[in-house]
């Protein structure tokens, strides 16, 4: 077995619960983890498959925290969607969407399809 990188005493041992998190979203990858000082150790190419599935997920390479000022209408809260992102995601305008509480103060928005 290998030594550990880190503190180069413990083992590195193979194990299946690293888990990452990516923009409040948690990953659970496969790799090493050092058997004295607990250090963990993803390979490329694991680490690559999960910034891929983060991209599908629209979490990874574009901006995702951009600052809005939500409005009062007669019928409640507005929100309006940013151009660059009502052009990236093919918005018409006329979508079904999903809106879910998540957490003391996040919203999630999804497109129904």
């Known amino acids: ?20 998190e990516i923009e409040g979203h948690f990953f ?10 607990g250090e963990e150790f993803i390979s490329e190419r694991t680490s690559q498959n999960t910034i891929e599935i983060a991209r599908r997920l629209g979490l990874w390479g574009e901006p995702l925290k951009l600052h809005r ?9 507005v929100l309006r969607i940013p151009t660059d992102i009502e052009e990236n995601l ?11 509480k998540i957490g003391k103060n996040k919203l999630l ?3 129904k399809e």
Not at 1 to 19: H, Q, R, S, T
Not at 90 to 100: N, R, Y
């Open 1 to 20: 077995m290998k030594k550990c990188l880190i503190c180069g005493k413990g083992e590195l041992i193979e194990v299946e619960d690293i888990i990452s």
């Open 28 to 37: 659970i990858e496969k790799g090493k983890r050092c058997s004295s000082c």
């Open 69 to 77: 000022k939500l409005s009062r209408s007669a019928r409640g809260t």
């Open 90 to 100: 093919h918005l018409k305008g006329d979508e079904q969407v999903l809106i879910s």
């Open 109 to 111: 928005v999804e497109i």
